[in-house]
Structure formats: structure tokens, C-alpha cells
């Protein structure tokens, strides 16, 4: 047995030199494996450990999920691809099916779970419950699985646009920084660099190139943390740059929007301007707020408390949605118009979301369990 300070050891079964972003499989484990705080081994351990078969490819959150499982093993056609052993016999076991490349021969106290049988499982951090790939790695199958993986690191709760327009786009981004060697870090900085650019554009009003340059960094923004995932170079580092960006330039966008009017005669009277942008900053602060209490009241994001939430999420008065109205409002000659409707709706998602929290609490004062409807199978 695992002792209480020993950390549980990981081994990849057999040699397949075909990569897949880039990385071998035991590479690719390698880093996950760090990722979750353990440790590779170089043989095959003598007791307890996390045993993953070279011969396929899976997607990260099974890992997580057969960890904290012992005894548990995940099959492709039979054959385990990535296991729990629980003791010295189920890891020898688990070896020798996964070095024959043949089912398990003896399954006495294993758990086998078919990938076949689609069990799903719910992975927090991207707020989506789903059957994560797994798949037999090979050359021709490398595209594939290099998709699935992809779309796999797309978050399953999130706004229309990076739902809807642009997974293509960023999937082929992410494709060649992954063959350049380009990392998630280099691509924020690049982004970070049209996302300024688009400010100061729209400040002098010059929408069309702002909008431009700002859908560049938007679908960067996508690609830096699909880049990351999928070459799984995630850091601490990386994710406070990314998500402070994202965090900080909103606001500012809204600002210059506001000031770059007068360029076309459509400057707003002080009164005008102090309302939207009051509107705008306070209830963008204040939804923010309320996202904030709802994770730490209840454990986890109000977007994916029930379907309503999750729904209401594509087109919420963040970023991206904001933009869509702006486009509108430009499409059609006021930039003006667009930006006290994104005031309205910035007013109209802070009221929504005042009401769920509220009836959050309510539910749980009740004696009620605010539970994900994510987590139900």
C-alpha cells in the first residue's frame, strides 16, 4: 500500500514513437502526470500505481478521475489503456494486459469501465459533463485524436462566439504554434499586444480596425488556453496573466469606445456619457461580484447551476457578447446607440444574476443543496 507521504508513482506501458502535439505518449503522461503532483517511474512499480498503455491517447480528465480510484480500469475494445492499480498484483496484472495489448485475463477486485459504454464524467474546470476520447494512437489516427483533444480543452459553459464562430479557426492556430514550438505564454504577450492596439483604435474611433484587431486577440485569447491544454504547458504564471487580461481590459474597451464617438459626430452630452459608462463599470464590477459570492458560497460558478444558467451564459454582458451588439450598432451607422444598449444589458445580466444568487441563498436557507446540474448523471 501506498504509504501516507509516498506519492503515488506513474508508468507508461510499451513504446509508441507516434506524437501527438508533439509529444510522445510517455512524454504527454510525463507532464500530466507533474501537472497532478506526481512522479513518473522508470520500471514498473512494485505496489500501487497509475499504469497508462503507449499504445493509446486520452483525454487528461481521465486521469484525474481514475487517481482518486483505485483498483479502477479504463478499456478500448477490452484492452485496459490507463489503470489504477491498487496493489502489486492489480498493477503486475494491468501491465501484462497492457504489454500483450489483450483484455484482462483476471478481473477479480478491478472496477473495468468500457469506454464503449460512454460513461461520462464532469470536469470542473471546463463546466461540462461529457465522455472525454480516448482512442488508439497511430499515424493515421493522430489528426483525429489531435481534434478531439482540441475540442475536448474547449470549456463546455461559455459565451456564443467562442462557442460558435471561431473553434475552427482556433484550432488550426493551435495546430501550427504547437509544430513551431510557439508557447501559451508567447501567444497571451501577442495578444496582449493587439488588444491594446484595438484600445487605442477605438478611442480615436476607428471601429471597424478596433473590432478587427480585437477579434485577433479574442480567438488568441481562445488559443493561448487550448494551446496549453492540449501540450498540457499549463503554468501558474500563464493562467494569471491570461485570465488578468481578461479580467482588466473590458472596462477600458467600453471607455474608448465611449470617447472615440466624437470621430463621428456622435459624442455623447456629459450626462449621456456618465450614465453608460456608470451602467457599464459598476454593473460589469457588480456581476463580477456576484460570480465571485456564488463560487464562494457554493463551490462552484453560477453558470452551471442549472441549464437555465449555463445557457444564459452565451450571451451574458461580458466581452463577447458586448461585441456582437457593438458590431450591430456600427453595421448600421450608431456606435452610439450600440453602446447604451450594451449599458442596458450590462444593467439587464446584473439584475438576472442578482436574482439567481438570491434565490441561491433562499434555496439553501430552505435546508436545499445548490448542486451543478453538470454533476448529474
Excluded at 26 to 55: F, K
Excluded at 188 to 201: H, N, R
Excluded at 247 to 257: A, G, S
Aim: proline share 6%.
Amino acid at each position: 500500500m501506498i504509504q501516507q507521504n509516498q506519492v503515488l508513482p506513474v508508468f507508461t506501458i510499451g513504446a509508441n514513437p507516434v506524437k501527438l502535439w508533439g509529444l510522445t505518449m510517455a512524454q504527454r503522461v510525463a507532464r500530466i502526470a507533474r501537472a497532478a503532483g506526481l512522479e513518473t517511474a522508470d520500471t514498473l512499480p512494485p505496489g500501487p500505481a497509475i499504469l497508462s498503455n503507449a499504445a493509446h491517447a486520452w483525454d487528461p480528465a481521465w486521469f484525474g478521475n481514475v487517481v482518486g480510484r483505485p483498483g479502477v480500469v479504463l478499456t478500448l475494445g477490452g484492452v485496459p489503456a490507463l489503470g489504477h492499480g491498487a496493489d502489486a498484483g492489480q498493477t503486475a496484472r494491468i501491465a501484462r494486459a497492457m504489454a500483450d495489448g489483450v483484455p484482462l485475463a483476471d478481473k477479480a477486485g478491478l472496477e473495468v469501465i468500457a469506454f464503449e459504454d460512454g460513461p461520462t464524467i464532469e470536469n470542473k474546470t471546463l463546466r461540462k459533463r461529457e465522455t472525454p476520447f480516448l482512442m488508439t494512437l497511430t499515424p493515421t489516427t493522430v489528426r483525429p485524436i489531435e481534434r478531439a483533444s482540441y475540442f475536448g480543452a474547449y470549456k463546455g459553459v461559455t459565451d456564443v462566439l467562442t462557442k460558435y464562430l471561431w473553434p475552427e479557426w482556433a484550432l488550426v492556430l493551435t495546430r501550427i504554434c504547437a509544430k513551431l514550438g510557439i508557447t501559451p505564454n508567447m501567444v497571451t504577450a501577442v495578444g496582449a499586444v493587439f488588444c491594446v492596439v484595438a484600445t487605442v483604435l477605438f478611442a480615436y474611433g476607428h471601429y471597424w480596425a478596433g473590432m478587427a484587431t480585437g477579434l485577433v486577440f479574442m480567438v488568441l485569447d481562445t488559443v493561448d488556453g487550448k494551446l496549453a491544454r492540449c501540450t498540457i504547458t499549463s503554468s501558474a504564471w500563464g493562467n494569471v496573466a491570461d485570465h488578468g487580461m481578461d479580467l482588466v481590459h473590458p472596462p477600458f474597451w467600453w471607455w474608448f469606445w465611449a470617447t472615440g464617438l466624437g470621430a463621428w459626430g456622435l459624442a455623447y452630452d456629459p450626462a449621456t456619457f456618465w450614465w453608460v459608462q456608470g451602467a457599464i463599470q459598476i454593473g460589469y464590477v457588480i456581476q463580477r461580484l456576484i460570480e465571485g459570492a456564488f463560487i464562494s458560497a457554493h463551490g462552484m460558478h453560477i453558470h452551471v447551476w442549472r441549464p437555465f444558467d449555463s445557457r444564459f451564459r452565451l450571451i451574458t454582458a461580458r466581452r463577447n457578447p458586448n461585441m456582437v451588439i457593438l458590431f450591430v450598432s456600427v453595421l448600421f451607422g450608431r456606435p452610439d446607440i450600440g453602446l447604451i444598449a450594451v449599458a442596458w444589458w450590462t444593467a439587464g445580466s446584473c439584475l438576472i444574476h442578482a436574482v439567481r444568487l438570491v434565490q441561491a441563498w433562499m434555496l439553501r436557507a430552505r435546508g436545499g443543496t445548490i448542486t451543478s446540474w453538470l454533476s448529474e448523471s
